[in-house]
Nanobody, 123 residues
Framework: QVQLVESGGGLVQAGGSLRLSCAASGRTFSTYTMGWFRQAPGKEREFVAAISWSGGVIYYADSVKGRFTISRDNAKNTMYLQMNSLKSEDTAVYYC????????????????WGQGTQVTVSS
């Protein structure tokens, strides 16, 4: 089973960019579907983006489509989330997660989670 560690969060002005990374331990990273989720204060955790083990299948939430890009480098055991044109409503703790399920966007299907990284967008 993999262990996940997010990094790259911070404070950015609206319209700016950030790149989140999710580093995974273990040799089986390339066999997992990976996802990004976020949770704002007082709100439920919501799906942001997911990527299949090969990178060939990608899903985005409508709220981030066209602004965020998910990618992975299996040789480096790392997944990324490039976030552009950030808005104040993107402010949240961002979590990366792994699942053996095939290409799912449901957080209930993800079995391994990182500790989260805070993204704050000032308007």
């Amino acid at each position: 089973q993999v262990q996940l560690v997010e990094s790259g969060g911070g404070l950015v002005q609206a319209g700016g960019s950030l790149r989140l990374s999710c580093a995974a331990s273990g040799r089986t990273f390339s066999t997992y579907t990976m996802g990004w989720f976020r949770q704002a204060p007082g709100k439920e955790r919501e799906f942001v983006a997911a990527i299949s083990w090969s990178g060939g299948v990608i899903y985005y939430a409508d709220s981030v489509k066209g602004r965020f890009t998910i990618s992975r480098d299996n040789a480096k055991n790392t997944m990324y989330l490039q976030m552009n044109s950030l808005k104040s409503e993107d402010t949240a703790v961002y979590y990366c997660a792994a699942t053996r399920s095939i290409n799912t966007v449901s957080y209930t299907q993800y079995t391994t989670w990182g500790q989260g990284t805070q993204v704050t967008v000032s308007s």
